[in-house]
């Protein structure tokens, strides 16, 4: 279920309003599940531990955003930029990933099932102890060359 304030403090602006909110308010369960944040300009956002289950993400701009821990379970990533981006235990499980540019992203941990990785850029991205197959990873573009 959306939280309509986190979806308002969004829009507000990240570096402005929502990284200073989250800082004062570490221990609130962020609920984004479902939420529409296409096309949505999020670098360097803090959505650590945040459920964004199921939401729109598409195209969203979440360059060195602080994923970690954040459930993304069956999300749209497709095309988003995740450039350097910490995903870290992050729940990807079933995540549409087409053409998400994970270039240096930190993926340590993080649990990959069934997420499409079709032309997903993971080039220098860490992926230590990550739950993903090589299915996966044969469908993903790993090299410089693919950039």
Do not use: F
């Not at 984004?32 to 729109?56: C, F, K, Q």
């Not at 993926?107 to 990785?117: H, S, V």
């Amino acid at each position: 279920m959306i939280n309509e304030q986190h979806l308002d403090l969004l829009k507000q602006g990240v570096a402005t309003t929502w990284n200073r909110w989250r800082e004062e308010h570490p221990d609130t369960p962020i609920e984004l599940h479902g939420a529409n944040l296409s096309e949505a300009n999020l670098g360097e956002i803090n959505l650590s531990g945040a459920d964004l289950s199921g939401a729109d993400l598409s195209r969203a701009d979440l360059n060195h955003a602080n994923l970690s821990k954040a459930v993304l379970a069956g999300a749209n990533l497709s095309g988003t930029n995740l450039v350097g981006a910490d995903l870290g235990a992050a729940d990807l499980s079933e995540a549409i990933l087409i053409a998400a540019d994970l270039t240096d992203a930190d993926l340590t941990g993080a649990d990959l099932r069934d997420a499409n990785l079709r032309e997903a850029r993971l080039v220098w991205a860490t992926l230590e102890e990550a739950l993903i197959t090589s299915q996966q990873l044969s469908q993903a573009r790993l090299g410089r060359d693919s950039l």
